[in-house]
């Protein structure tokens, strides 16, 4: 029904921009046709008879468009930023790294005018667009945003939910290659998230897998095992589906172990069954997808199946390229 609606919106939209008077009913009606098109994006990204790019595709082109809506109407301020929260928030699970980065930049700007420093709001808004930072190769700026967002978490929130901070210091850390600071805030992070959530929450199970990747980095594979044993074992105790976020980075952090403990095959096997969860979750030209790819490059090449490992790594590097 939302979709065959979308024609409708845009008269709508379209019949405000014409105004020659500019009533506050025409405004009311463009901001109903923003939130219809919002609970239009979200069924559009949860209907998986579409193929994953085409749904990104298309949820992109809609958020442009509702984001071009929302600043010619006047839209609510408060309800701008939750847009632009979410909009930021989806171009970066999708690598639009550079497009998220502007968005949130826009999202910090007008929560600062309506919030101030000191808000909750502001602490996510720096956490998202410190993720974008060091995706992009700015290490230092990304730990400045997050040093903000510890500095106001820790007033407004509270200590111990600064968790999802932490671990992103964490994060940014390991891509400055400072792996042992990195353990260190992961650690925090857990202790953090445990207490606040509980030892079952999907959260500390994805804490975990980032901590067994960093084990391997630094070649200390028996923690890197003990760690993923304690994984599985919550894994039986708590139902977690095939394709969620800490199911998918436990499956990758497996396969990786295995590469690194020689385990060729059953590493081949993970990765097989990773890349199907990542084409369908993430599509085909993604740094997830990519890397699997990659791993699978590697396998192939240590057990002499050249070609198969070319291929690989070519389609590996044409996503990175």
């Not at 105004?19 to 009606?29: G, P, V």
């Not at 639009?96 to 930049?105: M, P």
């Not at 030892?199 to 901590?211: D, P, T």
């Not at 070649?219 to 976020?245: N, P």
């Amino acid at each position: 029904i939302l979709g065959e609606a979308e024609m409708d919106r845009v008269l709508v939209y379209e019949d405000f921009k014409n105004s020659n008077e500019l009533t506050e009913q025409k405004r009311q009606n463009v901001f109903a046709v923003i939130e219809e098109e919002l609970l239009h994006i979200s069924t559009i990204m949860a209907d998986e008879s579409i193929e994953i790019q085409e749904r990104v595709e298309k949820t992109k082109k809609l958020y442009s468009q509702v984001d071009v809506w929302a600043k010619t109407s006047v839209y609510d301020k408060e309800k701008y930023v939750d847009l632009l929260s979410g909009y930021g928030a989806f171009l970066t699970q999708f690598a639009c790294y550079d497009e998220a980065k502007e968005i949130l930049e826009r999202a910090i700007s007008i929560a600062k005018e309506i919030y101030g420093e000191e808000h909750a709001c502001m602490v996510w808004l720096y956490n998202d667009i410190s993720l974008v930072l060091s995706s992009i190769g700015k290490p230092e700026q990304s730990l400045e945003y997050l040093q903000k967002a510890l500095n106001i978490g820790r007033n407004v929130l509270g200590e111990d939910k600064m968790f999802n901070t932490y671990n992103n210091m964490a994060i940014v850390y390991g891509f400055l290659g400072e792996h042992r600071k990195a353990l260190d805030y992961y650690e925090i992070a857990l202790e953090k998230c445990i207490k606040v959530s509980g030892k079952e929450k999907e959260s500390v199970l994805i804490i975990y897998s980032s901590i067994i990747n960093v084990y391997m980095i630094i070649g200390e594979y028996d923690k890197a095992v003990e760690i993923m044993k304690k994984c599985l074992s919550v894994l039986e105790d708590y139902e977690v589906a095939d394709d969620s976020r800490a199911a998918v980075l436990l499956s990758n952090a497996m396969s990786t172990l295995l590469l690194a403990t020689g385990d060729f095959q059953e590493a081949l096997d993970f990765c097989e069954d990773n890349l199907e969860v990542m084409k369908k979750n993430f599509g085909e030209y993604h740094n997830m997808t990519a890397t699997v790819y990659s791993n699978m490059s590697y396998v192939y090449s240590r057990q002499g199946e050249y070609q198969q490992a070319l291929d690989c790594g070519k389609k590996s590097l044409k996503i990175n390229a």
